[in-house]
C-alpha cells in the first residue's frame, strides 16, 4: 500500500487536524464525536444542513462546509458511517431553531444510524428531516445498499439546498428541494483500479492490466460489468446512455452534468470525459447549461470517473450559481 | 496503460475541446496554433500575463486563464515544451498594449521557445518581459533543465502577478512581483508511483512496491533520492527540511504553504501531508498565512505531493487575497 499517511489507524483524525489548521475561517472541527461545522454555526433563523457518512470521499462532506452550502459534516472511519452521536452533536451544535435536514446517501449504515440520531434529536425537543439521495443507476440493491446508492448527486443537493436554505426557506421547503433534487439526478460511475483502504492495506478488488468496471460504487463495491479497457468515447457512450435513458432526458431538457474524478484521476482526463459528454448530449439535443468538473465525490486513491446529470429547472440554476464559501466549492464570495 | 482518453495522439486537443466546451465564460481556445485566452482579451490598458508549457500539468496553465491570474495559456504536447508560434499568437491576442508577462518554467525547451517567441514579439513593436520560475530545491540540473526547475511556484506567480496586473500596475512592477515571488519561493516533490505519458504507453520509471522517490521532477524526473516508503510524517519532515533551509527560513517569519498533488493523490492524504506540515513549522516558529491544499500543478496521472512555501510580505498576501475567477483557482468574484 502506497499512500501519504502514518499509523492507518490515525487517517482520519490526522486529516481532520489538517482540515481544520488549513481553514479555520470557515469550519471548527470537534473531536470525540467527530464533526466539522460552520465557523459562525448554529445560525439563527437559518435551517440547518448536515450530512455525513464514511471517510475516503474527500472533499465530501467535510469540504462542503460553509457558508451557501453544509452546515455540518460527519465524518465516519474510511468507508464505515458515522454514530449516532456524532451525527446528534452535530445537528444540535448547527440548529439555529428552525430545524434540521439530515441529507443522507442510501447506504444501510448510514441510513440506521441517521435514523437513530433523528429519533435522538427529536427527543431533544429538535425539529429534523431526513432526505435520502439515491442517483446511482448501475445496479438496483448493492453491497451495502438496498435500493440504489447514493453518490454524484449528493454534491449537487448540498449546494443547492445549501443556498435555498441560505436565502431563508423553511424547513419543508429545504427538504423539499432536496427531495426535488434527488428526483432530478442520476449517476453512474466507472473504475480504472481498485481503491485500498488504508486499515486493509490491499486494493478492495483485483482488476487486470486491461480490465475495467462499469458501473462501479464509491466504495469499489461491483458495477455492472467488468471488461476490457476501451477508448474513453465508447465508455462515456455506455455511461450517458444508461444516464440519460433511466430518466429518460429529452430533446430540449437543460442539465447540469457533472464530470467526476475517483480521487486518482487527473483532471486531464475528466476534460476529455467532459468533451465526449458534450458530444454525446449534444447529439441528443440535451443542453448543458452548468458543469462541475473535478474530483468532489471519490473513492480515496480509485482511477476513474463517474457522470452525473441533474435535470435543471430555473429555481435549480440560481440557487446553483448563489454563492458559496467551502473548501471544496467556492464562487461569489 | 490505464487512461480515460481515445487516442493518445488526440488527448490535448480533446483536452482542450473539453475546456472550450466547459467555460466559455472564462475563457477561448484557439487551435492552430494552440492557445488559451481570457473570454474578454484583450483587456486594454492592462498588463498581460502569458505562461505555458507541456500539457500534463492540469490545471495548469490553462485553468488559471481568467481574471485576476493569467491572460493566456500555451499548451504544449504532453511535458513538450510549446512553440514559438503558440506563445507569439496568444501574446498578440492579449496585449493590451502596454506590455506582456511571459511567466515561464526553467525547462531547457520553454526558455528557448519563450526567448523566440519574445522576440518574434518585439519585432512587432510589442513590449515583452520575461521571467523565470526556478524554485525546486530537490536539484541543481536535471533531465530537460540547467540550473534548478520550475514547480510549484509557478501557481502562486500566476495569482500573485496576476492581481498585480489586474489593479494596474505597470510591465516592469509586474515584472518585478513575478521576480520577488519567485526569490521568495520554494518547493520539493516526491512520487510514490511513476506517471505514464499517453503517447509513451507505459509508466516513465519504475519503482518498487516499498519505495519512493524524493526530489521528483514534475515530469517524472529524477529526484534526489529513492528510498523505501516512510510514513508521511518523516517525508514532510525531509521535504520541508530541504525547503526551510534552502531559503533558510527563521522563526517569525510567515508563509503561504502550498500542498500540491501530484494527479494520482486523493485529498484525504493531502490534508494528513498538510497537518504534519503544520506542525513541523510551527515548531519552529513559522507562521502559515496563508494556505493551499489540492492538485493544482500535476504529473499526469503520479501519486505523490510537493510542498511549496512561499515567504510572506503584505504586498503578497493582498495580491494573494484579491479576486481571481478560473476554472483552477476562485474566490472573491
Chains 1, 2 share one sequence.
Not at 473531536?31 to 459562525?40: G, L
Not at 454555526?41 to 457518512?53: I, M, R, T, Y
Not at 446512455?241 to 433511466?246: P, Q
Request: charged share 25%; hydrophobic share 45%.
Amino acid at each position: 500500500m502506497k499512500k501519504l499517511i502514518n499509523d492507518p489507524a490515525d487517517v482520519v483524525r490526522e486529516e481532520l487536524l489538517g482540515i481544520a489548521a488549513a481553514h479555520p475561517d470557515l469550519v471548527s472541527v470537534h473531536f470525540d464525536p467527530n464533526y466539522v461545522v460552520r465557523a459562525d454555526a448554529p445560525v439563527k433563523g437559518k435551517v440547518a444542513l448536515v450530512s455525513g457518512g464514511g471517510s475516503g470521499h474527500e472533499p465530501m462532506h467535510g469540504g462542503f462546509v460553509g457558508v451557501g452550502m453544509l452546515d455540518a459534516a460527519c465524518p465516519g472511519e474510511v468507508f464505515t458511517s458515522p454514530t449516532p452521536d456524532q451525527m446528534q452533536a452535530a445537528s444540535k451544535a448547527v440548529d439555529g431553531g428552525v430545524g434540521v435536514v439530515h441529507i443522507v446517501k442510501n447506504y444501510t449504515g448510514d441510513i440506521m444510524n441517521f435514523d437513530m440520531a433523528a429519533e435522538l434529536c427529536r427527543a431533544e425537543g429538535a425539529e429534523v428531516e431526513a432526505v435520502i439521495v439515491d442517483d446511482d443507476v448501475a445496479v438496483q440493491d448493492s453491497l451495502y445498499t438496498a435500493g440504489r446508492r447514493g453518490v454524484g448527486t449528493t454534491v449537487l443537493m448540498e449546494k443547492i439546498a445549501g443556498a435555498a436554505a441560505q436565502e431563508g426557506r423553511s424547513l419543508k421547503e429545504v427538504a423539499d428541494v432536496c427531495r426535488e433534487v434527488n428526483a432530478g439526478g442520476r449517476s453512474m460511475g466507472m473504475a480504472l483500479t481498485s481503491c485500498t483502504v488504508p486499515a486493509a492495506g490491499k486494493p478492495t478488488f483485483e482488476l487486470g492490466e486491461d480490465e475495467m468496471e462499469i458501473g462501479i460504487g464509491i466504495h469499489g463495491e461491483p458495477g455492472r460489468e467488468r471488461m476490457k479497457l476501451k477508448p474513453v468515447h465508447d465508455i462515456v457512450e455506455m455511461m450517458a446512455t444508461a444516464v440519460v435513458e433511466d430518466f429518460p432526458l429529452k430533446k430540449g431538457d437543460r442539465v447540469l452534468a457533472f464530470v467526476n474524478g475517483m480521487g486518482g484521476t487527473p483532471m486531464i482526463e475528466l476534460y476529455v470525459v467532459f468533451n465526449e459528454l458534450q458530444r454525446f448530449l449534444s447529439g441528443r439535443g440535451i443542453e448543458i447549461t452548468r458543469n462541475l468538473i473535478g474530483s468532489y465525490i471519490t473513492s480515496l486513491d480509485m482511477a476513474g470517473c463517474s457522470i452525473t446529470l441533474l435535470k435543471l429547472n430555473d429555481d435549480f440554476v440560481r440557487l446553483w450559481d448563489a454563492p458559496v464559501k467551502t473548501a471544496g466549492l467556492r464562487w461569489g464570495v
